[in-house]
């Protein structure tokens, strides 16, 4: 089962990677861009037919690996 989990900063967190492309992107003529928050998405395949099981591992290995907990939110998406 394809797996897909975006993993972004959270709200507070200040996002200087975003910041350095909005300002290039203003530069570039897109003024109307106002924020750019930058985040990774990954597509994981994984084994298993219950949605749920796959969910709650694939949740495990976000809180474990694939995300910060303390600076990240995560969001899992089955198909």
């Given amino acids: 089962m394809q797996v897909e989990v975006r993993?972004?900063?959270?709200?507070?967190v200040l996002d200087p990677q975003g910041e350095a492309i909005r300002r290039v992107l203003a530069g570039l003529g897109?003024?109307?861009v106002g924020q750019v928050r930058v985040g990774k998405l990954m597509l994981?395949?994984?084994?298993?037919?219950?949605?749920?099981?796959?969910?709650?591992r694939v949740e495990a290995a976000c809180?474990?690996?694939l995300?910060?907990?303390?600076i990240e939110e995560f969001e899992v998406r089955l198909p």
Avoid at 7 to 12: G, P, R, T, W
Avoid at 67 to 70: Q, Y
Wanted: charged share 35%; net charge negative; hydrophobic share 40%.
């Fill in 30 to 32: 897109y003024a109307e």
């Fill in 44 to 56: 994981l395949e994984v084994g298993g037919d219950d949605p749920g099981a796959v969910r709650a």
């Fill in 63 to 65: 809180r474990e690996v």
């Fill in 67 to 70: 995300a910060n907990p303390v």
């Fill in 7 to 12: 993993v972004k900063l959270k709200e507070q």
